[in-house]
């Protein structure tokens, strides 16, 4: 006997998985490791106007059981008029400022006279990171930050 993969997927607390369910072409988790954050996607026959980027999605995943891969934000949401199909992808890191800082905010700004890792320091301090360096640190007379 095949044994055939079940999933269960949540989107901003609503149960969405029989919905999707009878259009569903493929469905992926990416489970990564260390820094990198995991990512899903799905893929649905029909253009649908959810989820919107920055949505929050659950997913489980398995076969008798479901165990939950992780909750994510959507960061891309495209729709393919020529194949009638819409493509999802989500990562555990939430880009779109909801809830958060807008890590994809573009600043411009200078950095005058410090160093390289108080640079990256001060960049993942304003949006609630972690930093890892290693070697040595770089002296940074000027560096502009323009509109990125």
């Known amino acids: 006997m095949v044994r055939k993969p079940k999933f269960k997927l949540i989107a901003k607390g609503e149960d969405i998985t029989e919905k999707l369910s009878k259009n569903l072409i493929s469905i992926s988790y990416e489970d990564k490791e260390k820094a990198e954050s995991d990512e899903i996607s799905l893929s ?13 999605l659950e997913l489980w995943l398995g076969f008798e059981k479901l165990y939950k891969c992780g909750s994510f934000s959507v960061n891309v949401v495209s729709k393919n008029y020529t194949s009638n199909t819409t493509e999802v992808r989500a990562s555990a890191i939430n880009f779109s ?4 800082v807008n890590i994809k905010e573009k600043k ?20 609630n990171l972690k930093i890892k360096t290693s070697g040595e640190d770089q002296n940074i007379v000027s560096i502009l930050q323009n509109n990125q």
């Open 44 to 56: 649905v026959f029909g253009l649908y106007s959810k989820p919107l980027f920055g949505d929050s």
């Open 97 to 100: 400022g909801k809830g958060s």
């Open 108 to 127: 411009t700004r200078s950095f005058e006279n410090t160093t390289l890792f108080t640079i990256a320091r001060k960049i993942a301090n304003e949006n």
